[in-house]
C-alpha cells in the first residue's frame, strides 16, 4: 500500500510537490502548511489531526 502523493492542497489548490511541505490526515487528506496552519492542524473532513507528509526524493 502506497501513500498517495496529491499534487495539490485540498483546501486552496496550491501544487504541492512530493518533496515539499505539505500535512495529512489518517485518511490522506492533504493540505498545505497555510491551510493546515488556518485549520489548527485539524481536518476539516475527519477532524484528525495534520502531520507532516514524508517526502519523497526527486528524481535526478
Request: proline residues 8%; charged residues 25%; hydrophobic residues 30%.
Amino acid at each position: 500500500m502506497t501513500l498517495d502523493m496529491k499534487a495539490a492542497c485540498e483546501r486552496c489548490q496550491a501544487p504541492l510537490t512530493s518533496d515539499g511541505e505539505a500535512v495529512i490526515c489518517t485518511y490522506e487528506c492533504t493540505f498545505c502548511a497555510s491551510c493546515s496552519e488556518e485549520l489548527s492542524a485539524r481536518c476539516p473532513n475527519c477532524g484528525g489531526e495534520l502531520v507532516p507528509r514524508p517526502r519523497r526524493p526527486v528524481k535526478v
